[in-house]
């Protein structure tokens, strides 16, 4: 099972950015496609980006798109998210994802079979 650890995260004033990091523990981090989901306080967990593993084709949920970007390095084994002009609406607990050769549809439909970071608080002071 790969091990996943979220960094990055802080606190910053609207239209500032940050960059988050996903360190995976696991050999052939390159099978894997990656994503990040977000959590705020009272909400259900969304999808934010999202990146295949073969092709590195990238993904983005509308209210992202244009802000964000994902990238990978299969050799450090890290994936990474810049988030610029950021948000109070931004503010949420940011988890990296992880699945083994699969969609990017299929990491956003059946969540349950991902494997999760713990989480890194982004917050976003108006």
């Known amino acids: 099972q790969v091990r996943l650890v979220e960094s990055g995260g802080g606190l910053v004033q609207a239209g500032g950015s940050l960059r988050l990091s996903c360190a995976a523990s696991t050999l052939g981090f390159g099978s894997y496609a990656m994503a990040w989901f977000r959590q705020a306080p009272g909400k259900e967990r969304e999808f934010v980006a999202a990146?295949?593993?073969?092709?590195?084709?990238?993904y983005y949920a509308d209210s992202v798109k244009g802000r964000f970007t994902i990238s990978r390095d299969d050799v450090m084994a890290r994936m990474y998210l810049q988030m610029n002009s950021l948000q109070p609406d931004d503010t949420a607990v940011y988890f990296c994802?992880?699945?083994?050769?699969?969609?990017?549809?299929?990491?956003?439909?059946?969540?349950?079979?991902?494997?999760w970071g713990q989480g890194t608080q982004v917050t976003v002071s108006a």
């Open positions: 994802a992880a699945r083994y050769r699969t969609t990017i549809a299929t990491m956003v439909r059946e969540t349950d079979s991902n494997a």
């Open positions: 990146i295949s593993w073969k092709g590195g084709a990238t």
